[in-house]
């Protein structure tokens, strides 16, 4: 089974782009903040030093591995589904599900040692960058010399592998199943249970900022974990939010889309499980990045308002914080490009078919922008309400107001919508343009042979 | 066997429709695949064919003859290089696939041996889609009418995945009647089904000619399915080579056992000259 993983390697290498992007994304971060352990243990590091590079390499590092599983998982579920073909086809032949199983581990082991052999070099680049980003900030003392040892390397090793492996077996073990019984995912209740599970901690998490002091230094990390978690409950429950929303939408964009309209919502109705997987980044980066950004901006203008010099703590704060923005942003960008390519570019049989039956090429597009839209509304506005929940508990502790939107008459100037609009057109542009363009692409084939290919 | 239908067509045909009475024209109609002087193929050479409204034709040959080439040529799906395609007495002009869509959607029915159903839509729905996606008017009874008349009236919110070939291929028929067009094609519709089905979705293919007054074209390679039609057109390395009229089961084999020969003689360098 390892020599036919090998083969499907070398043979379709294209498949495994995403995987190995992510997996090699998720790598270099990972070796990049634990090199600073390595560093930290360096001869003659001061303690002030080594307390701002284990506590980043603590925190982001956290952050990282939990990013870094969910893109695997989520490339890695895109790949498993994309080759349904192909599983289908072993277990015809006689394989069995364990050695299917083994088959797409092998091959994720594969492609998660190779992601991080390749991220040695940038992550030894990145942590450089990262150390002298601390030096010159004053955060750690300029006499720190970087080095790159046994932690970084093995916690990447490691975390890949596991990563890798571990996504893939869970992928593949649904699919099996899935195969075996000809049902769909059984899964759907210990999702749910981690879901509200999710969700409860995050409001936990949120109201326990209230119970907080404004000035209190770790102010930032109860509502900001609390609206990671919120997100991820939304995320789990995408599948169910994204019914809700075309019952409520089903009418409207009937009317207003006609034909192309239509056609969308009879799709995403039947395939809202398999569109959860573009909802998911999308709810994420959204309410991730909207929470961050805002709280940072908020806190920047707090110190601003007292007049104080930012210490280092703060520096220290908001370097993390836009670190663990920036991650996001690529993470969440190639899990939703990927999930949309792959989702839409498995349907140009579909789309074939559809205009066989009369739909022109505008049709088919409209159809597939209407869905890219009913998608970013739905991820925006689960996204926006968690970001919000951590924003308003923040806001309210730190400068007692909540929602600093401001006219311009609280501590500072406000916030404004410029941030929110910013991520939201982020988000709305990469959904639309993966999605539109896929399906532009699909739409060169003639419909004829659109629908003779092997899904 | 020539039964003319032309008065018991339901009077729903547009303005010039039932005035012609030839439903499809190819003239001269030429196809190549690939660019290269190499592996160019020409899957269709100079084919004219002329066929009357209210006519079951079938069209045989071996495999590779361009059978498949030909039918999606006259029915909009594929552009000819060359040669001239009038469905209904319109030429059928069309730069961009929309144009051509456009122009399907008035005149043309297809049935596609593998269905070729929307698998996120009911029986019902897929059977209104084309109607849906022209903008038209949906007349709910008359779908189900349809549905009813090829035996799939208790079907109607099920999915095509919860349907068997035969009805699949059902499906199919009542959808390409829906827009009440001149002229329906059909590539192979019973090659993926049983004898049983097949028989059944033969059956409605003649109906659908025989009552509704449709013109029917059909594309297979079973003698049997041959000999439901009124006439059969045979292809060999992409030209016409003969027409058989009143087929029977037996004269078809033969005569398609001959038009293997032939198109092995061709394919060994003998320029052997069609007796047609
Ligand atoms: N899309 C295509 N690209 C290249 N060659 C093609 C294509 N479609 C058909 N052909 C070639 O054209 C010839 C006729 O094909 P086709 O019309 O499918 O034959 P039939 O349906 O009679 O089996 C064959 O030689 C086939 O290989
Ligand atoms: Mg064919």
């Not at chain 1, 970001?387 to 909540?402: K, N, T, Y």
């Amino acid at each position: 089974m390892f020599s036919l993983a090998m083969r499907s390697i070398r043979l379709r290498p294209g498949r495994f782009v995403a995987t190995l992007l992510s997996a090699f994304l998720g790598a270099t971060i990972i070796m990049t903040f634990n090199s600073m352990h390595d560093t930290a243990g360096g001869a003659g590091v001061d303690t002030v030093s080594s307390d701002t590079l284990t506590t980043s390499a603590s925190v982001v590092g956290g952050y990282g591995t939990l990013l870094v599983f969910f893109a695997v998982a989520s490339t890695l579920t895109v790949n498993v589904r994309q080759r349904h073909e192909e599983i289908t086809l072993l277990r015809n032949t006689g394989a069995t599900p364990a050695q299917i199983r083994r088959m797409v581990v092998g091959e994720a082991s594969v492609v998660g040692l190779v992601a991080s052999v390749l991220a040695v070099g940038p992550a030894m680049l990145a942590g450089r960058a990262l150390l002298s980003v601390f030096r010159d900030s004053g955060q750690v003392a300029e006499r720190v010399d970087y080095a790159f040892g046994p932690v970084a390397l093995m916690s990447g090793l490691s975390i890949m592998l596991l990563a890798c492996a571990g996504a893939a077996f869970l992928a593949v073990r649904r699919a099996t199943r899935a195969v075996a019984t000809g049902e769909r995912e059984p899964r759907t209740r210990l999702r749910g249970f981690f879901a509200y599970g999710a969700l409860v901690a995050g409001a936990g998490a949120v109201s326990a900022t209230f119970a907080m002091d404004a000035t209190e230094p770790a102010l930032m990390a109860a509502p900001a974990y609390g609206a990671i978690l919120l997100s991820v409950g939304f995320a789990l429950l995408s599948p169910r939010l994204l019914s809700g929303v075309l019952g409520v939408l089903e009418r409207p964009l009937g009317a207003l889309a006609g034909a192309s309209g239509y056609l969308t919502v009879h799709n995403m109705r039947q395939r809202a499980a398999q569109l959860a997987g573009v909802l998911m980044p999308l709810v994420l980066f959204t309410g991730m990045a909207t929470a961050t950004l805002y709280m940072q901006a908020i806190e920047n203008d707090a110190i601003k308002a007292s007049g104080v010099a930012k210490s280092v703590d703060d520096k220290n704060l908001e370097t993390l914080n836009l670190v663990v923005v920036g991650i996001i942003v690529v993470f969440a960008c190639v899990m939703l490009i990927n999930s949309l390519y792959a989702a839409t570019s498995y349907r140009s049989r579909e789309f074939g078919q559809q205009r066989l039956a009369g739909a022109t090429p505008a049709q088919v597009l409209g159809m597939v922008g209407v869905e890219g839209l009913v998608l970013t509304l739905t991820g925006v506005f689960f996204g926006t309400l968690s970001g919000l929940a951590g924003i308003v508990a923040f806001s309210s502790v730190r400068v007692d107001e909540a929602l600093p939107l401001g006219s311009g008459s609280g501590p500072g100037q406000g916030q404004g919508l410029g941030i929110w609009l910013g991520v939201v057109s982020i988000a709305a542009a990469a959904t639309l343009v993966t999605s539109l363009g896929t399906a532009r692409r699909g739409l060169r084939t003639p419909a004829v042979e659109a629908v003779a290919l092997a899904a | 066997m020539f039964r003319r239908t032309g008065t018991s067509r339901k009077g729903t045909a547009g303005p010039g429709r039932s005035t012609s009475s030839e439903a499809l024209r190819l003239v001269s109609v030429t196809k190549t695949y690939g660019s290269s002087d190499e592996n160019a193929v020409t899957a269709l050479d100079r084919v004219s064919l002329g066929l009357r409204a209210g006519t079951f034709t079938a069209v045989m040959g071996p495999s590779g003859s361009g059978k498949s080439t030909l039918l999606q040529c006259a029915a909009g799906l594929d552009r000819p290089d060359r040669g001239v395609v009038r469905v209904d007495g319109e030429e059928m002009t069309g730069g961009t696939e929309a144009a051509l869509t456009k122009f399907r959607r008035q005149r043309i029915g297809f049935v596609f041996q593998q269905y070729n159903l929307l698998p996120t839509l009911t029986v019902e729905q897929n059977t209104t889609l084309p109607l849906k996606l022209a903008g038209r008017r949906i007349d709910r009874n008359r779908a189900r009418e349809i549905l009813a008349q090829v035996g799939l009236g208790d079907r109607l919110g099920h999915r095509p995945d919860e349907l068997s070939g035969g009805q699949r291929q059902r499906v199919a028929i009542a959808r390409a009647l829906v827009t009440e067009p001149s002229v329906i094609f059909a590539d192979e519709p019973t090659g993926a089904l049983d004898t049983r089905s097949a028989r059944e979705v033969l059956r409605l293919l003649r109906e659908t000619v025989r009552v509704h007054g449709r013109t029917v074209v059909m594309v297979t390679h079973d003698p049997v399915a041959a000999s439901y039609a009124d006439s059969v057109v045979f292809l060999a390395d992409g030209r016409l080579a003969g027409e058989l009229h009143a087929p029977t089961v037996d004269a078809v084999a033969e005569r398609m056992a001959h038009l293997g020969d032939s198109a092995d003689a061709d394919a060994s360098g003998y320029d052997a000259p069609l007796g047609v």
